[in-house]
């Protein structure tokens, strides 16, 4: 049963009795917190309601940005708060409709100091599973670079134009991915399919080597496995295979390399030959100061010094290890295993330069990163690009606020950790379209023979 118009209920606080339960403690504060949350009211939120656990990791401003991105347009109703004690912490949930959208709202209620205060906050919609749209077809496809490795894929294009049309190819971060790069609660690349698909330019994408036949490549390849075999043989293929249908356009397909995927880009280009690259959270900085810095972040805050300085000083060991793999023999580089790769996987990728590579290219680039990413640092990795094509007319850079590694806006009490990519999301309207935008530019170009 709903309760209608829980917006209007008036800002009279309702007396707690000594008698009144804890789920009924917790309720009335439930619906009160809605009730703030309308009326804007996030810095009362925070002083009235928050434990000092979460008013450290999840300030009035944050909470204000998720509320907003999340709410719709005109509030209507609230479904009735459900309330479960499990141990120490009482759940509360409901759901906020609006006119235009439905957020589903979440709190974990602790004892504080003889209190009842707010130890988890957790604002959302409900996961919309992408649709195709109507102005966008879709096939499938197989890709195989290698006998014995057929890959899925899909190729998005334009239906309610006439082609070639030029395309891109969507490239994949690290670790076991499948064509739509799917993590937790994001899809971007079947985002970023659809999107550019709706802005006239086709899309391919499949899954990666390591999520479809990782069994296989650990017996074929074993310690001599490298990214050739995981990213760049079927990237060029993919590339390859754009380049002879009809339906595209040879001379205007794309690299769009995503993380280590666009620390590729320039080493898929220089194979397949494609018109240009565009990469998304890509680092030019060697690959082993990446892992190091991603090590150092993902420390807990809320460990004993001494603790931290023990997990600091097995990073920095971890990095010599790995900064060494350059130098070594094949042989000797095999011998050393980290995060199920060999040394050697790491000791081929440290032979190429990417971000020189990538110059040396003269192709044209767009180079995009979230201001938010914790993976790949805007203030390290986006900076080394700015520097290596400052006055390059090549490329084009451009970083967006509140956006993380995976172009979606960065949100929640855990923004900043993995746990934020389940906080269901899309990437940023205005990342597709300065994708699309910065393509179009280069066919014109073309046509202008510049």
């Known amino acids: 049963m709903r309760k209608r118009c829980?917006?209007?209920?008036?800002?009279?606080?309702?007396?707690?009795?000594?008698?009144m339960s804890q789920?009924?403690?917790?309720?009335?504060?439930?619906?009160?917190?809605?009730?703030?949350?309308?009326?804007?009211?996030?810095?009362?939120?925070?002083?009235?309601?928050?434990?000092?656990?979460?008013?450290?990791?999840?300030?009035?401003?944050?909470?204000?940005?998720?509320?907003?991105?999340?709410?719709?347009?005109?509030?209507?109703?609230?479904?009735?708060?459900?309330?479960?004690?499990?141990?120490?912490?009482?759940?509360?949930?409901?759901?906020v409709i609006f006119n235009?959208?439905?957020?589903?709202?979440?709190?974990?209620?602790?004892?504080?100091?003889?209190?009842?205060?707010?130890?988890?906050?957790?604002?959302?919609?409900?996961?919309?599973?992408?649709?195709?749209?109507?102005?966008?077809?879709?096939?499938?496809?197989?890709?195989?670079?290698?006998?014995?490795?057929?890959?899925?894929?899909?190729?998005?294009?334009?239906?309610?134009?006439?082609?070639?049309?030029?395309?891109?190819?969507?490239?994949?971060?690290?670790?076991?991915?499948?064509?739509?790069?799917?993590?937790?609660?994001y899809k971007p690349f079947k985002d970023i399919a659809y999107g550019l698909g709706e802005e006239g330019i086709a899309v391919l994408r499949y899954d990666k080597r390591t999520y479809a036949h990782v069994e296989k490549m650990m017996e074929d390849f074993g310690a001599e496995q490298t990214v050739n075999e995981e990213t760049i043989d079927d990237a060029v293929e993919a590339a390859t295979l754009l380049q002879a249908d009809e339906r595209i356009q040879a001379d205007h397909v794309y690299i769009g390399g995503h993380s280590l995927g666009g620390m590729l880009a320039p080493r898929i280009d220089d194979?397949?030959?494609?018109?240009?690259?565009?990469?998304?959270?890509?680092?030019?900085?060697p690959f082993w100061e990446i892992i190091y810095d991603q090590q150092v972040n993902a420390i807990p805050e809320n460990l004993s010094d001494e603790a931290k300085e023990k997990q600091i000083d097995q990073a920095?060991?971890?990095k010599e290890l790995l900064a060494s793999l350059q130098d070594m023999p094949k042989e000797e580089a095999m011998r050393y295993h980290f995060a199920g790769m060999s040394g050697y996987y790491f000791h081929e990728m440290a032979q190429y330069d990417v971000g020189q590579l990538a110059l040396d290219s003269k192709k044209p680039m767009l180079i995009l990163q979230g201001e938010a990413d914790f993976q790949i640092s805007a203030e390290k990795d986006f900076a080394a690009w700015q520097s290596l094509f400052d006055n390059e007319p090549q490329a084009v850079l451009k970083s967006y606020p509140n956006l993380n590694h995976s172009f979606i806006l960065s949100?929640?009490?855990?923004?900043?950790?993995?746990?934020?990519?389940?906080?269901?999301?899309?990437v940023d309207k205005q990342v597709i379209s300065d994708i699309s935008d910065w393509i179009h530019e280069q066919g014109r170009n073309k046509e202008k023979g510049e």
Not at 411 to 426: D, L, M, R, S, V
């Open 316 to 318: 920095d060991a971890l």
């Open 271 to 285: 194979q397949a030959g494609t018109a240009g690259m565009i990469i998304l959270a890509g680092p030019p900085r």
């Open 411 to 426: 949100q929640g009490e855990n923004k900043g950790t993995a746990q934020e990519y389940e906080i269901p999301g899309h």
């Open 100 to 185: 235009d959208a439905t957020v589903e709202v979440e709190m974990r209620w602790v004892e504080e100091k003889e209190e009842t205060k707010l130890n988890s906050l957790r604002i959302q919609r409900p996961p919309q599973e992408l649709t195709l749209p109507d102005s966008v077809t879709e096939e499938e496809m197989i890709i195989e670079a290698e006998e014995g490795y057929p890959l899925k894929a899909k190729l998005t294009l334009p239906a309610d134009k006439e082609g070639p049309f030029p395309a891109v190819v969507l490239v994949h971060g690290s670790g076991p991915s499948n064509m739509d790069e799917e993590i937790f609660a």
């Open 23 to 95: 789920e009924d403690t917790v309720k009335e504060k439930t619906e009160e917190v809605i009730y703030q949350l309308h009326e804007e009211a996030y810095q009362q939120i925070e002083q009235d309601f928050f434990s000092e656990a979460l008013r450290d990791k999840y300030p009035a401003a944050d909470l204000q940005q998720s509320w907003e991105a999340n709410r719709g347009d005109t509030p209507e109703e609230i479904s009735e708060v459900k309330v479960a004690t499990k141990e120490e912490v009482t759940v509360a949930s409901s759901e």
């Open 6 to 19: 829980v917006f209007l209920f008036s800002l009279t606080l309702l007396i707690l009795s000594a008698c």
